[in-house]
């Protein structure tokens, strides 16, 4: 009789795993009697790597059989599922490191219970989608047979910890910081003080200061490598983050010694735990706990919490025999040498390949279309890892793969092999090498296509690369589906974030175009929004953007400095041609979205909602209030502070204004009026309220009215600016959803 992966494996998995796994899989039957609630069960499969996504695209197979999906009858986005539906399964691979033997189970667990896709995500994870509930206590029996694990991979934990691609063979690094990202994963992993968290705490490391690393400033928490008198330690951060108010980190310790390192994270999760948001999941990051305490009073509470910790061997102990980061080289180290390549090679050679501070190796890296690798695809490269480089094989955080330790005498082998599985794709790191979150494709709170935008990119760019100069070759482009920043727009020299707008009474794709933001220097600061551009128009917006740049940068002045010395309303100008949006009957086009052929939704939404007079005028307002957002921008970027916050304040005003007005048109101009009726007519009502968010946009208002900031800073005047972006869309989709409505009550009673 055959026996079951339970019993199987029972002798090759930690007994730990195996029973938080059985644990998972009678939790499972539980909710299918109905006996676990949804609310809980729900947080539970998070916490093991389960994720529900959206399951309407048409683009992909659903898991049982490799076909198309059918589009729903009536077009929508992202519409509701049942809890038992294919969702997708997060694994969790700490700073980027997978054996070859891993890949193959990966590629075979891709086809048996997947789409044959291994997707790399910008946390240096795979993703499996269309994955059913009951097949995934097997699946997660069978990851942590060759030591994988999907645990706390989503959910209200910490998330895998991400390291750079290159520790242990940077020419820059202070030391490979490799062996601690993995002491650091496995001390937290299931940790007792960890399971309380309001929201998700993402850990990076850095092996130096100015590379982009492990872009540690943009994370919950960050440790940059740092020797001091001979002495090993780390540079720590807390409290940064994207999402839809990004921040950037604050300096916790200039120098913790390795042997600190994890009782402080410890004690800094404690104080989390304790102090951090539980209510309000739209604050429930450590960033927002840090921005309310300031840095010294959070590192008064850390260093105190510190004290009152109980001795743990597990500190320490790993420092007794250092892990060592992948195995070592399986080939002998020896020179390119000087023979004559082809075209092809050469141009793979130059983006591609870098060469360690060890003499003789280098670094391959492997650029994958939309971080995606097919089954085939990851078997090939398991065996030639195997034969070329061992373990030495890693994820990136810009969804690419690398091989470390290549003999340089084996690169013209290795990419005649690479080339043959469809590997080989030159301009890693490049900007054809477009990030982007799964957007609409399987994530339920995507708005615009990202994935479909990336390959669009992807593909113009790639046929004028050649004729780029070097500086625009070097931008980087993210993509993000939503506001949430999946995607790392924040940090991209152009980056995109889906929106929507309502033209024509029809709704139009867009992606707010985000600008100037810094990648180098460990993620070192952001770009602002400078406009919303129909989704269909993103490519002629790069390119105008791309040879604005290559005319007009000053010696070597990068996209940044550019587009700080340009300011953003010269910047806007520059893509304010591409804002706008032919007519229906003049191009439809615009209407659609990239790679899905039916005419764009959002939600709940159809087509040809009626808007009215009413539309009409509230359309006339809300683009004052989008100016004063814009202007709130160009303050802040000017260092005007207090004109900033307050630009932005007004400009939340007016979007409440201009939604009261559609029902209350004798409402003032008073902020007292507008809040008032606003809260009543819209918020309090939950007419306002996003499906997801809920009430989150609409309190930044509300909260702000409640209380002006006590001091006033950049990170106030910016999260401010921030803010009023997110209600000004928020107050588009509420229009949306009440224009909506009136139109289908109109229609009942004709």
């Known amino acids: 009789m055959a026996r079951t992966w339970k019993e199987r494996l029972a002798q090759r998995t930690d007994p730990a795993w195996s029973e938080e796994i059985d644990v998972f899989e009678g939790q499972v039957e539980l909710r299918r009697q109905a006996k676990i609630e949804e609310r809980v069960f729900a947080e539970t499969r998070l916490r093991r790597g389960v994720y529900g996504q959206r399951y309407d695209n048409g683009q992909r197979a659903d898991g049982i059989a490799v076909r198309t999906l059918a589009y729903a009858e009536k077009p929508t986005k992202g519409p509701d599922t049942l809890w038992d539906a294919p969702g997708m399964v997060r694994i969790k691979v700490p700073w980027g490191g997978v054996s070859p033997e891993q890949l193959d189970l990966l590629a075979d667990l891709s086809e048996e219970y997947s789409d044959a896709i291994l997707h790399v995500t910008t946390r240096q994870d795979f993703q499996l989608h269309f994955v059913h509930i009951e097949d995934t206590p097997d699946l997660m029996r069978r990851l942590a047979a060759v030591g994988i694990t999907t645990r706390e991979a989503c959910g209200n934990s910490v998330r895998n910890v991400t390291g750079c691609p290159l520790a242990g063979v940077c020419h820059t690094e202070a030391f490979d910081v490799s062996p601690y990202a993995e002491a650091l994963m496995k001390f937290l992993l299931g940790h007792p003080d960890v399971q309380d968290f309001g929201r998700k705490f993402k850990p990076a490391f850095s092996g130096c200061e100015h590379e982009a690393c492990g872009l540690v400033q943009m994370h919950d928490g960050g440790y940059v490598a740092r020797v001091r008198d001979g002495k090993r330690g780390f540079k720590v951060v807390v409290g940064g983050g994207l999402g839809p108010v990004p921040r950037q980190a604050k300096v916790l310790s200039e120098f913790t010694p390795e042997e600190e390192f994890l009782p402080q994270m410890q004690a800094v999760c404690r104080v989390f735990a304790r102090l951090g948001e539980k209510k309000n999941r739209g604050r429930a990051r450590i960033k927002f706990l840090v921005a309310k305490l300031g840095i010294e009073e959070f590192r008064r509470l850390v260093d105190e919490e510190r004290k009152t910790l109980p001795h743990d061997d597990r500190w320490t102990a790993y420092l007794e025999n250092l892990p060592k980061a992948g195995s070592d080289p399986v080939r002998q180290a020896a020179p390119l040498g000087d023979a004559k390549m082809s075209a092809a090679f050469d141009e793979w050679y130059e983006t591609n390949v870098y060469r360690q501070r060890q003499e003789g190796y280098a670094v391959v890296s492997l650029n994958l279309p939309l971080g995606d690798l097919t089954a085939n695809q990851a078997r090939r490269l398991a065996d030639l890892a195997r034969q070329y480089v061992g373990d030495n094989m890693r994820t990136t955080v810009e ?18 092999d690479l080339a043959a599985a ?104 952001y770009g602002l929004a400078v406009g919303s551009v129909p989704s269909k128009a993103i490519p002629q917006a790069v390119e105008a953007l791309t040879e604005a740049y290559a005319q007009g940068r000053e010696g070597a002045e990068n996209f940044q400095a550019w587009i700080g010395r340009l300011g953003k309303r010269n910047v806007r100008s520059l893509i304010q041609p591409f804002m706008k949006v032919a007519p229906y009957a003049e191009d439809p086009s615009f209407y659609t979205d990239w790679g899905d052929s039916r005419e764009f939704t959002i939600g709940d939404l159809g087509v040809g909602e009626c808007a009215g007079e009413v539309v009409s005028l509230f359309g006339i307002e809300v683009v004052k209030a989008e100016s004063q957002a814009f202007d709130a921008q160009v303050a802040l970027e000017e260092e005007d502070f207090e004109e900033a916050e307050s630009l932005a304040y007004q400009a939340m005003c007016t979007a409440a204004r201009s939604l009261v007005r559609t029902e209350f048109i004798d409402v003032t101009e008073d902020p007292d009026s507008i809040v008032s009726e606003w809260k009543t007519r819209f918020y309090d009502s939950e007419r306002f309220f996003d499906k997801y ?58």
């Open 399 to 416: 969804q690419n793969m690398v091989l470390r330790f290549v003999s340089e005498a084996d690169l013209p082998a290795l990419y005649e």
């Open 422 to 525: 469809g590997l080989a794709a030159p301009g890693a790191g490049s900007l054809v090498d477009v990030t982007s979150c799964p957007g609409t494709d399987t994530c339920k709170l995507g708005i615009s296509a990202s994935r479909g935008l990336a390959a669009e990119l992807r593909q113009q760019l790639a046929l004028k690369s050649a004729s780029l100069p070097q500086a625009v070759k070097d931008l980087r482009i993210k993509v993000s589906g939503c506001f949430n920043s999946c995607g790392q727009h924040h940090i991209a020299d152009i980056g995109f974030y889906g929106n929507s707008r309502k033209i024509d009474k029809r709704t139009v794709p867009h992606f707010q175009v985000i600008l100037g933001g810094q990648w180098t220097e460990n993620a070192a600061s």
């Open 693 to 750: 968010a809920r009430g989150k946009f609409g309190s930044y208002l509300l909260d702000r009215y409640a209380s002006f900031p006590d001091r006033m800073d950049r990170d106030v005047a910016a999260q401010r600016v921030e803010e009023a972006l997110l209600f000004i869309e928020a107050t588009h989709a509420c229009e949306a959803r009440t224009s909506a409505e009136a139109a289908a009550a109109v229609e009942v009673v004709q």
